[in-house]
């Protein structure tokens, strides 16, 4: 298959593909997917092989045709290239063949022609290159897994991969489980399976492709060395070395104690091994994280490891075996050879190995390593600081921490200093928070250079000689920008500070002229005129002037004689050599040979120049020049007079140059050299200078130069040497030439950064960075340009400076606005103490950390005078008491000053006041013609004409006047007189014609109101309410405790006096009735105003008859009576049959006034004898029909559904027995005797009435009801009615604690409170309770100031942990656990009423809450409802807030996540044993003595509290047990555990919301000795022969290491004798004898002796072939000390040339080696236990004959001031020639100052005079306007 995958479509119209011929097609069925889905493979449908044959026209050209109509919408657009290739766009990439660990997806295409497509129809790429889960075992493991449950030859099969098939890795090959079948399972691997185990590369179609460390398909791209993919190797280093065990006497092995390293190139390191004694047999440490670890040990030792994790655990491995096996997690592979050990480790380590050796063998043994080691030490990034400004733009920098990989931690900086591989990350910067701020003042200048130094200046070394001495050179010279620090010191600093003045040229050409060259005359005549001869010419070196000069090489001089043949043959004896010339020959050319030639034509001709008059440096040399013929007759030469010759005369005397004087760099003109060689003679010495290549260039681009490298060569050896042994004045000159001239590409220019912008906290600091093209290197020539230009990215512009805390300081904030516009205000402002932080944060501190005063925080402002305005007075009441009138008011004109006292001023300054604002009408009642009264407009009272008879105890009863009450005692009354037309202060009361005021006892209030607190005799009469001429009158009658009607006392008396009556017997009382003929008998002032002597005294027998007509019984007038008195004792003779018919009674009966006197007009009408039966009847009826309108009334009120029986309402009375049937609608048996009274829970009788306000002082309210207290309020009476059985008991409460009576505050004998006087302490919900056995009831009134809001609150703190819902009033704290539903009350009052509003920590709450009657809730609470609720009340008044703290219970319980505790545990204590506890309990097994932690795992909230228990007990109280509670009782660690510590041990976590038990047990396994079956026998014959019965050390019937019993008693065991019999013969050796030699060979021999030992233990010696049957006879002979014999040989000292270290001092070498005795050079280390001499000493020598030189002082730069400096010249001279030599041959002693500070001292400023000498640079920098300039440079800038 994987052949036909690669076939091409173009083969086959279409889809189809032709293979073998033709006679089969390959089709292709695009888009579809099959496969075993639950492998998360997706793979394409097999290519299907048809024959072609079979395949039917129509087939294959649907098969086109479907495939031209495709729909192409799904495609992306072609590009270009798929045009040209006629190929349709890429599909969409298929799903991933994997779902981790790295699979394979496809895209396809479609050819668009019918013709062949160029290329491939599919394309693949990796995905899902995430590793895959432990437990998801291997990919192809899992294909041939899937074939387990299909048959193989009748079979199943468990099948396991076959990887790494070299022939076909793609191939699913497996192998039956215990068998050697291996079977191909499926041609093909799903896409996506490894094709080699060690490989990323992956089986695609069938096809091993390569894959990249980089997971992409076809790339390359390798792992480096430390496991970076693409790593460039800098992240380890490698380390390899070798390490040799020797042996001493005692087998002492050699190991590596110390590694010398050599670190290479980058990042490897080699370790060069100096072997030392040791004990110790470690060969190398190996650190956790290396890799491609490799050792090999040659020789007869072992390698074993011991191994460290990073938690500390550690481990030993023998390594006994080949293989490959995991240690700590480590992949290692072993291999044991007979010679030699293999260990290989790829890596990386997942712990620390050291590797050691075992010594077992007699030799020696190397082990050699190597490994690259991780660089564990990095550099990393950290995130960006917080940004330097809130607003307005500001930076951020990150900064490079040190990072310790293997403890995951921040180290310090030197760490990854000591690796010079780390490069510490330069800071990124951002800008952040540019966002404008609201008053910016913009950026802070950068302040100019600092202005109090010396201006920077260029400084320049001397030129350096000319690198060409003719034909054109360069000389440099180093330019660099000084300056000067304030104590003098000059420092290099950037170009940029000098850049004000042009930089000097750094090089020049030189010696621009030609080179001397050889000038070679004619050919002298042979010296011979027949045979063999010699000639000669004249060679002159001429200069680029044409005159005779030196300076040419001897090397390429022409040679100035030759042999020459003359063709005359000589007739006399031939001569051996060629003839010599004669001396005028000889003699002219040895002198023309550096001078001129003589002609034929006089000339001057000039001689050899003299030597130069100095052995260095500049001199002179003279010649003679003479004027000369060459005579050609005679061929000799004559002197002519000087002026025979023509032509200039050659100079006699020139300037010369004898090499630099010892340590002085030449400095001369070159005009002035030009013979400067010229009288140099050749040297043949050992030593000579010459020219070694050159230096790098200097610049990379834009031209440089490159120095030629002068050394000091031997001639012979051509090897260097040291400088001193080649002449110095002949050193070649210094050698420039240019290099690198190619334009310089844009780069960035970077300037100085600024000074910091703050001095603390975190400040800025900026520069600019142009983008820059270098036109000149020499002119230093620029050109800015575009940003874009440079490619290298843009240096920061930006960075933080001055990152350390600031001290704390005083920061004001913005003054507020002023508290007044005019008139002297004041304006507040808060100042802190606060410290800015180095990470731009504030630190607010207390105000004693700021030392400095504190700025004020208030001013005075709005200092002027306000404008006048008007005062105006309260209006004066109405000018009229009746109809229209007026009111006034006065006005002032006042000014407020800007002191603040306000005046008053002329009322021309105030603006002109309308006559309205001081008079406007009012209008009251209309006034009352005198005469004549209006009709029209008099005031009215609208009076009830009706009769009231109360029948039951009411504390209070409201009447309208027009009508009779006859009431009870003590009852409170309040009369109302509801008039109309008339202002309610009007309306006046009288009583029996006596005006009315307020008293304690009675209350007239301003609204027509009249109440009177408890009606006593005296209180019986007739009152009357008057509204202007309108009157009405209410008579008051009082009712007897007999039922009778009290008759008014004739004088005012004691209340006991008035109610003596009461006192009186039931018949006594009847009887004075029977005889009174009426209630009142006052002849008062009453019939002068038109009243009957006794007003409603008609009513009165009728009321006595309606009375006496109920057939009251004694018991309910007696239970009347009762209820005055201070007794309230229930009895058990309770009649419920009068209970129930007195519920039917009304409380008071009401008929009309007219309906009694119907009642009377039929009585007066009647004859006399039978007015008394009438009237019982008429009464009997009349009190059937109030009874019936009451029962209907009452039914009124009532629900429908309640209507089925009388409404009822528990009567507070005692004593009530039997009630008349005639008052009942239906008659119930016997009233007297019925069964007892049902016990009643107390009900609270709630009005529906709001609070009366009887007058302007007092108000009477009943509960469920609000009070408004107002400024004049003098009395509130609170009241509280309530039912039960028994008699409920009545307390007062506010604000829910129980109220403190006083004598102003009082508990009425009805239960009311009443609050005399009350104050704003008194405002709050007062509670009623009504408590008996049965249960209580509670209902609450609210008091609150002039209607402001109220809420009615409660300070309990609720704990709920068991019930389902939980209600609360709002001010409590609630605790609950989740699930509860929670209602918080917020029961409000207010006039008007006060509005709720509910928010949950300060934030409203929404709709979704559910709100009923201002009650909050919560349904099933849970973690996130936790938080405070706070209810707010408003009104009109003002507003109100209470808050519920809401907290949430978590019962203690185990968590789910129990990394924490076992990370706590394994902080705790690293090593120790842990167990957590459980619910259900766990167990941990221990030795004895150990130490162990137990872990309490638990959440709850509050954080619950931990007790541990041991055995059932607390573990404070166990003794015998050493234990520490740590992590706040999380962690029980027990020490040294024993057979007592064991047990179950216990954690009990408990908070508020509940308790929870987890226990954990602790098992202690002991250790003990056990005799076994006896040893082997010690000896097989003889007498020493014994058996030792064997003790084993247990551990729960396992043997264990012995050390483990060591505390325990041994049993006593005996050895036994045992195989004591005669020995056979055998032979006996001695010890070997000392070897005759140390070394190089020697003998030692031994005796051998045959011997028979007895039973009896005695040796005897006999025969020798006794022994030799038995064993063969050892030898008794032997070679020994057979190594070399070795010592260390030396070479003679060296010359004393080395670095000079000290006055005369320097140091020589020799070599030192290591050599046989016969001379034999050997390696160092056979000598290396010989004591090695020493290869270095200290010598004397005339070079270091040094010291150092000062000058004087130059002049100061300045006469006073503080900027004055002066400097001299440092140099290191030789102490004998006093010559300067090269200044590191003095470095041993410290070099002298050369510049200082001077005239330090202030200036006077008498004249104006310079005192710096950079002030023209002032001048020129235009910097004369700046003070600090133009002090120093008076004169100058004066000038200026």
């Known amino acids: 298959m994987g052949t036909m995958a ?11 593909a032709r293979l073998l011929g033709g006679t089969w097609c390959l089709l292709y069925i695009a888009g579809q997917v099959c496969g075993d889905q639950s492998q998360g493979a997706v793979f394409l449908r097999e290519f299907t092989l048809i024959r072609r044959e079979s395949l039917h026209e129509d087939f294959l050209s649907d098969l086109l045709n479907s495939h031209k109509t495709e729909d192409s919408s799904s495609r992306t657009a072609r590009s270009e290239e798929d045009w040209d290739g006629l190929w349709d766009a890429w599909g969409p990439w298929s799903e991933c063949s994997r779902t981790c660990g790295g699979g394979a997806s496809y895209s396809l295409r479609r050819c668009l022609s019918s013709k062949s497509c160029e290329g491939r129809n599919i394309r693949y790429r990796t995905c899902s290159n995430v590793d895959c889960p432990p437990e998801a075992g291997d990919f192809r493991a899992q294909q041939c897994s899937a074939h387990n449950d299909v048959k193989h030859h009748g079979q199943f099969y468990e099948w396991l991969p076959v990887s790494n098939d070299p022939d076909n890795p793609c191939s699913l090959k497996c192998q039956a489980k215990g068998t050697t079948l291996v079977v191909e399972l499926a041609p093909k691997v799903l896409d996506g399976t490894r094709c080699y185990t060690e490989s990323l590369d992956m089986c695609i179609s069938g096809l091993c492709q390569i894959v990249g460390c980089d997971h992409q398909l076809g790339s390359t791209v390798k792992e480096d060395n430390c496991g970076v993919c693409n790593g460039d190797g800098s992240t380890c280093r490698l380390v390899r070395g070798q390490y040799k065990s020797q042996l001493s006497a005692t087998k002492w092995s050699h190991s590596v104690t110390e590694a010398s390293v050599r670190w290479h190139n980058h990042s490897s390191a080699h370790c060069s091994l100096d072997l030392l004694d040791s004990v110790d047999d470690t060969v190398v440490a190996i650190p956790y994280g290396s890799r491609h670890i490799r050792l090999v040990l040659k020789g007869p030792d072992h390698l074993y490891l011991e191994t460290k994790t990073l938690q500390g655990a550690k481990g030993e491995n023998s390594l006994s075996s080949t293989g490959t096996f995991l240690v700590d997690n480590s992949s290692v592979d072993f291999q044991k050879f007979p010679d030699k050990e293999i260990l290989r480790m790829a890596g990386p380590l997942t712990a620390d190995f050291i590797v050691k050796i075992r010594n077992s063998g007699s030799a020696d043994s190397t082990v050699q390593f190597i490994f690259y ?19 307005g733009g500001g930076y951020q920098l990150t900064s490079a921490e040190c990072y310790d990989l293997r403890s995951n931690r921040v180290v310090a900086d030197q760490y990854c200093h000591y690796y010079p591989e780390n490069i510490k990350p330069k800071p990124k910067l951002q800008e952040c928070n540019l966002d404008p701020c609201p008053a910016s003042d913009g950026y802070k200048q ?109 090397k390429t001089k022409p040679h100035i004689k030759e042999e020459c043949i003359v063709p005359t043959p000589c007739y006399k004896p031939k001569e051996k050599l060629p003839v010599e010339a004669k001396l005028p020959w000889f003699k002219q050319a040895q002198e023309l040979e550096e001078g001129a030639a003589v002609s034929e034509e006089p000339s001057f001709i000039p001689e050899a120049w003299s030597a130069c008059t100095v052995t260095c440096g500049v001199g002179t040399q003279v010649r003679i020049v003479r004027c000369q013929v060459l005579l050609s007759f005679s061929q000799s030469v004559a002197d002519l007079p000087v002026d025979e010759c023509e032509g200039p005369k050659p100079a006699s005397q020139r300037a010369c140059y004898a090499g630099p004087c010892s340590g002085e760099i030449p400095e001369f003109n070159p005009d002035e050299t030009d013979g400067l060689f010229g009288g140099l003679q050749d040297f043949d010495e050992l030593y000579d200078w010459e020219y070694e290549g050159f230096t790098k260039c200097s610049e990379s681009c834009g031209g440089g130069v490159q120095e030629a490298v002068v050394s000091c060569l031997n001639k012979q050896t051509r090897e260097p040497a040291e400088e001193n042994l080649c002449v110095t004045s002949r050193r070649p000159p210094q050698l420039l030439k240019s290099c690198n001239l190619d334009p310089c590409p844009a780069r960035w220019e970077i300037g100085k950064w600024s000074p910091c912008s703050l001095t603390c906290g975190v400040g800025l600091q900026t520069r600019d960075v142009f983008c820059t093209h270098l036109l000149s290197r020499e002119m230093n020539e620029t050109v800015i340009l575009a940003d874009k230009l440079c490619h290298q990215p843009k240096p920061s512009t930006v960075q933080a400076c001055n990152r350390f805390n600031c001290p704390p300081a005083w920061y004001p904030a913005q003054w507020q606005p002023c508290s007044r516009t005019c008139g002297g205000g004041v304006q507040k402002r808060e100042v802190l103490c606060k410290q800015r932080m180095a990470d731009g944060s504030f630190l607010e501190l207390p105000e004693t950390f700021c030392s400095a005063s504190k700025p004020a925080s208030q001013q005075a402002c709005k200092k002027d005078d306000c404008p006048s305005e008007w005062l105006l007075s309260d209006w004066t009441e109405c000018s009229t008491s009746c109809g229209e009138g007026t009111q006034t008011r006065s006005a002032i004109c006042r000014k407020m000053l800007k002191t603040g006292i306000s005046t008053v001023v002329n009322s021309t300054l105030c603006p002109p006041l309308p006559f309205s604002s001081s008079i406007r009408p009012c209008m009251l009642a209309t006034c009352a013609r005198p005469g004549r009264p209006s009709t029209k407009h008099s005031p009215h009272i609208a009076a009830a004409r009706k009769v009231y008879i109360q029948t039951r105890r009411q504390r209070k009863l409201h009447f309208v006047v027009g009508g009779f009450a006859y009431l009870l005692p003590k009852t409170a009354v309040v009369l109302r007189c509801p008039a109309r037309r008339v202002r309610k202060p009007l309306i006046t009361w009288e009583k029996d014609g006596q005006h009315l005021i307020s008293s304690t006892h009675v209350t007239v209030a301003p609204f027509g109101y009249l109440k009177i607190h408890r009606l006593k005799p005296s209180d019986a009469g007739v009152y009357t309410c008057s509204a202007g001429p309108a009157r009405e009158h209410f008579v008051i009658k009082l009712i007897g405790g007999n039922r009778k009607l009290v008759a ?162 528990i009567s507070p009375h005692k004593h009530v027995s039997g009630f008349s049937s005639s008052l009942r609608t239906s008659s119930t048996g016997d009233a007297a005797g019925g069964s007892r009274r049902p016990h009643r829970k107390p009900t609270i009788l709630r009005k529906i009435s709001a609070a009366q306000q009887l007058s302007a002082s007092e108000v009477v ?28 008991t009545i307390s007062w409460a506010r604000n829910g604690e129980e109220v403190q009576f006083s004598d102003r505050i009082l508990l009425q004998p009805d239960d009311s409170l009443q609050i005399l006087a009350p104050v704003e302490a008194d405002v709050g919900f007062y509670t009623c309770n009504a408590t008996n056995a049965l249960g209580y009831d509670s209902v609450s009134i609210a008091v609150t100031l002039a209607g402001k809001p109220l809420v009615k609150t409660s300070r309990m703190t609720v704990i709920n942990t068991e019930k389902p819902a939980v209600t609360v009033d709002i001010g409590s704290t609630i605790k609950t656990v989740q699930g509860v539903n929670v209602t918080i009350n917020c029961q409000v009052a207010g006039v008007p009423e006060a509005e709720v509003t509910w928010f949950r920590n300060k934030s409203k709450l929404g709709s979704p809450h559910h709100l009923h009657e201002g009650s909050l809730l919560l349904t099933n609470v849970s973690s996130s409802d936790q938080g ?166 247990l551990l729960n019937s396992t043997e264990v290491n012995p050390a ?81 014999c070795v010592e260390w040989a030396f070479s003679s000292w060296g010359q004393c040339n080395g670095p000079c270290i000290g006055p005369h001092l320097a140091v020589q070498h020799r070599q030192v080696f290591c050599q046989t005795r016969d001379g034999i050079t050997l390696p160092s280390e056979q000598c290396s236990a010989l004591p090695r001499p020493v290869s270095t000493q200290n010598c004397w020598s005339e070079a270091c004959s040094v010291h150092w030189r000062v000058s004087l002082w130059t002049l100061c730069t300045a006469t006073c001031g503080n900027y004055g400096f002066q400097s001299r010249r440092v140099e290191c001279v030789h102490a004998r020639t006093n010559k300067a030599v090269p200044e590191h041959l003095c470095s041993w002693g410290p070099r002298p100052a050369n510049w200082q500070r001077c005239n330090i001292t202030p200036c006077e400023n008498m004249e104006c005079r310079d005192t710096t000498r950079y002030c023209e640079k002032v001048k020129q920098l235009k910097l004369c306007q700046l003070s600090q300039f133009k002090s120093r440079c008076c004169g100058t800038c004066g000038k200026a």
């Open 6 to 16: 690669r076939l091409e479509a173009s083969q086959c119209p279409g889809f189809l």
């Open 373 to 391: 080691q991780p660089i564990i030490h990095r550099w990393r990034e950290t995130d960006f600081f917080p940004c330097s400004a809130t607003c």
């Open 446 to 554: 950068i302040m100019p250079y600092d202005l109090y130094h010396p201006l920077p200046r260029w400084e320049a070394t001397p030129w350096t000689a000319c690198s060409s001495s003719c034909g054109g050179g360069i000389q440099s010279r180093a330019v660099s920008c000084v300056e000067e620090d304030i104590q003098g010191h000059v420092t290099s600093v950037e170009e940029w500070k000098c850049m004000y003045t042009p930089k000097m040229p750094i090089a020049q050409p030189c010696n621009i002229f030609d080179c001397p060259k050889w000038l070679a005359q004619e050919w002298s005549p042979c010296t011979v005129t027949c045979g063999q001869g010699l000639r000669y010419r004249v060679v002159l070196c001429i200069d680029h002037r044409g005159m005779h000069t030196g300076g040419c090489s001897p």
């Open 1048 to 1209: 008014r006392p004739l004088s005012p008396r004691s209340e006991e006096e008035a109610l003596a009556g009461r006192k009186a017997g039931p018949k006594e009382a009847l009887q004075t009735h029977k005889h009174q003929n009426g209630i009142f008998s006052n002849g008062s002032k009453a019939e002068k105003r038109g009243l009957a002597a006794n007003p409603g005294s008609s009513y009165d027998d009728l009321v006595s008859r309606l009375l006496e007509q109920g057939g009251w019984p004694g018991e309910l007038l007696a239970s009347w009576e009762a209820q005055d008195s201070a007794e309230r004792n229930t009895t058990s003779e309770e009649d419920p049959g009068a209970e129930q018919a007195l519920l039917h009674l009304p409380f008071t009966m009401v008929t009309e006034q007219r309906r009694l006197d119907d009642i009377l007009r039929n009585l007066s009408q009647q004859p006399e004898e039978l007015r008394d039966l009438y009237s019982k009847h008429l009464v009997a009826q009349l009190a059937q029909e109030i009874f019936r309108s009451h029962v209907e009334h009452q039914d009124t009120l009532l629900k429908p559904s309640e209507r089925r029986t009388p409404p009822v309402a």
């Open 1261 to 1288: 309210t009943h509960l469920g009801q609000t009070v408004a207290l107002a400024s004049g309020t003098l009395s509130v009476l609170l009241h509280c009615e309530a039912v039960g059985h028994p008699r409920p």
């Open 1428 to 1593: 405070l609720y706070s209810c707010r009340a408003a009104n009109l008044h003002g507003e109100l807030t209470e808050s519920t703290q809401l907290l949430i219970l978590d019962p203690p319980q185990v968590p789910t996540q129990l990394e924490d505790i076992k990370a706590l545990l394994a902080a705790t204590g690293p090593n120790l044993p842990s167990v957590l506890t459980s619910p259900l309990g766990t167990q941990l097994v221990l030795d004895p003595g150990n130490s162990a932690l137990l872990g309490c795992p638990i959440k709850g909230h509050p954080v619950p509290n931990i007790t541990w228990f041991h055995g059932g007990q607390p573990i404070v109280t166990a003794t015998g047990l050493t234990h520490h509670i740590l992590a706040a009782g999380q962690i029980l660690q027990v020490a040294n555990l024993s057979g007592g510590s064991q047990g179950e041990f216990s954690c009990l976590a408990q908070n508020e919301a509940g308790v929870l038990m987890q226990k954990a047990s602790l098992v202690i396994q002991d250790y003990w000795w056990s005799v076994d079956r006896l040893a082997t026998c010690s000896a097989s014959c003889g007498n020493r022969g014994v058996q030792q019965p064997r003790l084993r050390c």
């Open 1604 to 1684: 483990h019993c060591a505390g325990k008693v041994r049993p006593a065991v005996q050895p036994i004798a045992c195989n004591r019999r005669d020995c056979p013969s055998r032979w006996m050796v001695t010890s070997w004898s000392a070897c005759t030699r140390s070394c190089g060979g020697g003998v030692q021999t031994r005796r051998v002796t045959c011997q028979k030992l007895k039973a009896s233990g005695i040796s005897t010696p006999v025969s020798n072939d006794m022994c030799t049957q038995v064993a063969k006879r050892p030898v008794d002979t032997q070679a020994c000390n057979q190594q070399l």
